[in-house]
């Protein structure tokens, strides 16, 4: 059973931030290729939007699958996390378990879904919707409800997991704050970037050469800093 008291360093800090953006590029990586294995061409994309190519969803039904792969790969991550977390025999895994499960951004999930726009809410619309959307209401609390169930155990291991005295505000520091950053940049920087055209040209994988330089950058970026993930517990 975890019994964590946290030490959090800058170093643990860019590695976290590190973390966060791999775990959110990936998670569009996802998307997209399942979509070019189903569709057989690339789809467009900007660092949180993406698409299938023309005509794919009317010919492949099972292009639906795409939708639904993004947001099944972070909820793996973040059950592996909550995994490693309870289970793991030493503080090292434990600290990069807890690091894993909130950098897939278990709030965000939340928030999109309550809202109607994520891909859980999109992917059983064009699921189970009919033409006529009557039947929105129900698919947007089916989502809801999905995610909730996916979310809350991991988040419920995770704040069970601190010993720290203010843990309820460490733990609600980390749901937020990695959300934040990762928006700030994505939607602050990174988008806008490309709304100018800045190297929005295709590059691998059917992606902007901004969006390809952009991996690698945090690609390396966390090659370089990954190690301080295991600094975070003190104690087993």
């Known amino acids: ?14 590695a976290s931030l590190a973390l966060c953006f791999v775990m959110f590029e990936t998670h569009e990586f996802v998307h997209i290729v399942t979509g070019r294995i189903i569709c057989g061409c690339w789809g467009e994309r900007n660092f949180n939007v993406w ?25 793996a991550l973040m059950w592996l996390g909550s995994h490693w977390l309870w289970k793991s025999a030493t503080a090292s895994r434990q600290a990069v378990g807890f690091s894993l ?13 309550a809202t109607g726009s994520g891909d859980e809410i999109f992917g059983l619309r064009e699921w189970l919707g009919t033409p006529d959307r009557s039947n929105s209401s129900l698919i947007w609390l089916l989502g809801v409800v999905l995610v909730l ?11 069970k997991s601190l010993q720290d005295r203010n843990k309820l505000w460490v733990f609600i520091g980390f749901l937020i704050l990695p959300m934040l950053a990762g928006f700030a940049i994505i939607f602050g920087v990174l988008n806008p970037l490309m709304t100018f055209g800045v190297l929005d040209q295709m590059g691998l ?32």
């Open 1 to 14: 059973m975890a019994d964590m008291t946290l030490k959090i360093s800058g170093k643990y800090l860019l």
């Open 51 to 75: 698409g299938l190519c023309d005509g794919c969803s009317e010919a492949k039904p099972l292009s639906v699958l795409a939708t639904f792969a993004g947001p099944l790969y972070s909820y």
């Open 101 to 113: 499960l909130f950098a897939n951004l278990p709030l965000a999930r939340i928030v999109t879904a």
């Open 149 to 159: 169930v996916l979310t809350i155990p991991p988040l419920i291991a995770a704040y």
């Open 205 to 236: 994988c059917g992606s902007p050469v901004l969006i390809n330089l952009w991996t690698l950058f945090v690609v390396l970026f966390f090659l370089l800093t990954g190690k301080h993930l295991t600094t975070l517990s003190s104690k087993r």
